[in-house]
């Protein structure tokens, strides 16, 4: 690998053809070219499927084409003529599997027949899903209590799927729902909810037409929601404003064509510019959002004194607010120097900043992950909120607040009842509906689960879906702690490195992709997805199964169920013989999905609705909250302070051009100009210098943190970068074993994988050591 790698320059726009080059790659290499392009142009139409990809949604009304090069990758990758059967796993025991990379797992192709691991065989070999339901079902009654499991999810599983496993989790007795959102955007959620009543976002597509300022805040769309940036550019025409706060250049934020109007990209055109580019440090947006506070309260101040028209939007703030004068005086109390020191920006750049945000009439606030996986989340989630709150910026057309998501379902998920803390409503409702008893305490996180593992409490891990292990902090340790499970199960598509770690017993269990026709007892499904804007819609598969062995999510978890508690607490063969049967069950338990079957019959679904979108704040006082956090007084954890060193740099991880999570499609990040290579360290050249490295030195990082553990990675190239002082970047999931498991948001249990303190060191020399991408070689 090392001798491919180049390190060069890419100075075209986002899109591009270099999309469409890329786009061909993963067609051809999908060896199922023309197949996939027919399933292709119903991605996201009326009776075709809903792009793997990312939750961006989609305007309804537009007839166009509606996929992305990331979504016609994630296609092809589903949809590869390669598979992974019994023979293949006679061809390799385990330990064999474990020394190839994660890309090579993935790249082997879609598994198609369930297999139990045999320890003394050290192999994975095929059995009948029957025997497969029934040694769950052992396991799972064998437990002395039903805590003792875990049930994973990842924001891939139809909402018919969620909501079964749910529904049979729930009845089996426990809360253990672990899940990707708990990585991801579960401090929106949580910062949301006390402050507007609701924890999703309050736009829709069409807002984002009649806005006139777009903020895109620690969010990169040209490479992650890719089909995002063609609003954007029609704001920028329309002469709206794009503000974005990134302390990378993002190049899909910077200038971006669409791939898809041939004519620009002829012409090599780039968008105009109406937008501001602000680079702060990581985790310095509370300390920009609180700026931007302070400067409109000194305008309102200025208005007030002088008798102009005034900044904030009293009539808002009297009829739906409370608690703004608290917030106010945090305000104040905050200062400046604190600003500055904590952003990374001068008071000067806030200034321009807030000047554009009051400059809008309708604002839109869009963030991601550069906002979410901080210690101190939740408080910058509601610094967003708040800034929003003073300006009447929630709840009218083309302004709101957009945590954009990940997973194309990670939202329907929670919706549906995936929630290790659900809301009472959905017990009752559940308890009402089914003759069970819901289990009502508390289950576990992710962060939760693995503790639990490690400690031998939690003796069974079920995944649907995901890549448990990989997309987890502190990587060998959470390996170690599924391995001390009695059993794992992994219901999946394709081969990754959490299925090599087995329990004493472990079964992998494959199951139909999006992509494909899913038929049952009463013909073919559908199944339904919510996107970013609570769009709720039907998503048919349109390939023939990789495998007639496949089975659908519904189907297996079904047949988990049906094993493990008879039929109760309903007939599992009758809700997966036709999926309206199970909508017919959410219709009755969820809230918002009354006529559940005849609303998403409508092309294009139906909106969930959204309380704070129409001004409704389902707080206890019946009004919006302004939180008065207080700005952090350093991000720097007490435990890496404990420690006594002092961080070389702080480390954010991130998602290169050519990967979906943990699934790596190549070694390419073509907009960060990477080629070959993912175990590349950026990080400013003068950081380098003054740190005793050169460009393209290997370094070994080590992660500081207070428990005595030695969380180190070897072997990374120092790419010099255009990123500020005091900051490095590196691909995730390549870097998860820095990430300490208790180093996590307040209140939100998410790791903080975007601020990690670390220390670099010479790497002994490489001669005659393979390089090879992939995370657990580089331990
Ligand atoms: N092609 C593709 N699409 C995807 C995914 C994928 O892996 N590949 N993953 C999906 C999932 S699950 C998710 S959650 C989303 C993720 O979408 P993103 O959140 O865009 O993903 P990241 O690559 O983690 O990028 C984080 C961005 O935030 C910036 N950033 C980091 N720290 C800070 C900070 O402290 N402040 C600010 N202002 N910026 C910061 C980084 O420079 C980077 O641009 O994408 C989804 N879509
Ligand atoms: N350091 C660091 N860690 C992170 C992040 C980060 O930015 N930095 N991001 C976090 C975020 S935002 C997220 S969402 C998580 C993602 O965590 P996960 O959701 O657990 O990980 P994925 O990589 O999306 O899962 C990929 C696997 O899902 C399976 N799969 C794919 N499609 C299907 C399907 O249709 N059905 C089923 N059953 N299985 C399928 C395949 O086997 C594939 O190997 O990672 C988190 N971890
Ligand atoms: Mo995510």
Known sequence: MSDKRNIKQYGNPAGGWGALKSVTQSWLQSEKPLKNLRAMLKTNQDKG?????????????????KFCENGAKAVNWESTGRYVGPEFFADYTVSALKKHT??????????????RYNNQTDRYEAINWDDAFGLIAQH????????????????????EAAYLYQLFVRAFGTNNFPDCSNMCHEASGQGMKPTIGVGKGTVTFDDFEKADTIFVIGQNPGTNHPRMLEPLRDAVRRGAQVVCLNPLKERGLEKFQHPQHPIEMLT???????TAYFRPALGGDMAVMRGIAKWLLAWEQEAKANNAPPVFDHDFINAHTNGMDDYLTAVEATSWEHIEAQSGLSKEDIRHAATMYK???????????GITQH??????????VNVQLLRGNVGKPGAGLSPVRGHSNVQGDRTVGINEVPPKALLDALENKFNFVVPRERGHNTIQAIQAMERGDAKVFIGLGGNFAQATPDTPRTHAALSKCDLTVHIATKLNRSHLTTGKDALILPCLGRTEVDMQASGQQGVTVEDTFSMVHLSYGQLPPSSPELRSEPAIIAGIAKATLGNTPVDWDHVVSNYDNIRDLIADTIEGFKNFNSKVANPGGFHLGNAASERRWLTPSGKAEFAANTLPNSLLNDDVVARGEKPDLILQTLRSHDQYNTTIYGMDDRYRNVFGAR???????????????????????????NDGRTRQIKQFMLVAYDIPQGQAAAYYPETNPLVPLESY?????????KFIAIKLSKSESDGGIVVNTLSVSHI
């Open 375 to 384: 210690k101190h989340s939740v408080a910058t989630v509601q610094e967003i």
């Open 745 to 753: 948001g307040d209140g939100t249990f998410t790791p903080t994988s």
């Open 49 to 65: 499927f809903d792009c793997p990809g990312c939750a961006w949604g989609e305007s309804p009304e537009s007839g166009l084409v």
């Open 359 to 369: 400059r809008g009439e309708r604002v839109i606030m869009c963030w991601a992950m």
């Open 679 to 705: 175990d590349v360290l950026f990080v400013n050249e003068s950081d380098i210098r003054k740190l005793g490295f050169n460009d393209g030195d290997k370094v070994d990082i080590t992660s500081l943190w």
């Open 140 to 159: 799972l009654n064998g437990l002395s209590s039903p805590h003792q499991a875990e049930f994973y999810t990842s924001g891939r599983a139809s909402n």
């Open 268 to 274: 090599n055109g780039s968008t105009p510019t109406n």
């Open 102 to 115: 994660d890309y090579w797992l993935e790249s082997q192709g879609r598994l198609t027949h369930p297999v």
